[in-house]
């Protein structure tokens, strides 16, 4: 049997905390931290995705006002225990090379591309993590036959939950967190 690696091992009895992931040099790329536990990104992410990410990244930085910052594949520090990733964020945060996480109040959106190993911490978890730690827009993005479908969210502030704001399959318009406009059809080849 194979003695597990050093960074698999807590390094206290309560488990692991925010910012141990910022010591696990040896860890896989897409580490998050769920409640307490270490989530890896086991399976191999599909050209869909990424070219998505790619695409939808490109569009909003050219549509972002001076002031906002995108990012991709950070993590948001939402406590202690919780520093969950998210595909693609826009933040309120001046740049720094050396940032490894967002904490929540400077992120204004976060976006999910959905694969199915991560459906249930996408739809479900992360869902409620941001909205209670005040994310005010997330997006979750489903594959419906190859074509993008953007579910919006947007915070109800008095319940610290999401609101469904639509489902967006042609053309993504909307007025906030800034003024947006991109065809999904392309998106993707």
Do not use: C
């Amino acid at each position: 049997m194979t003695a597990l690696p050093d960074w698999m091992r807590p390094p206290r009895p309560e488990g692991w905390f925010a910012e141990d992931l910022d010591h696990l040099p040896d860890a896989p790329r897409h580490t998050e931290l769920i409640d307490g536990a270490l989530v890896f990104m086991m399976s191999p992410q599909r050209s869909w995705h990424g070219r998505l990410l790619t695409q939808l990244e490109v569009r909003l930085r050219k549509q972002a006002p001076d002031g906002l910052e995108i990012d991709r594949e950070m993590t948001i520090r939402i406590d202690a225990r919780n520093r969950p990733e998210a595909d693609l964020l826009v933040t309120t945060a001046t740049y720094e090379p050396s940032r490894t996480w967002y904490p929540p109040g400077d992120v204004i959106l976060a976006v999910e591309v959905v694969s199915p190993e991560s459906a249930h911490r996408d739809r479900e978890v992360k869902l409620r993590k941001y909205a209670a730690a005040g994310i005010a827009h997330y997006w979750l993005i489903e594959d419906e036959d190859g074509q993008p479908a953007v579910h919006v969210y947007e915070l109800d502030g008095p319940t610290r939950a999401y609101a469904p704001a639509g489902i967006v399959r042609d053309t993504l318009r909307l007025s906030a967190p800034f003024a947006i406009e991109i065809e999904l059809a392309d998106l993707l080849p």
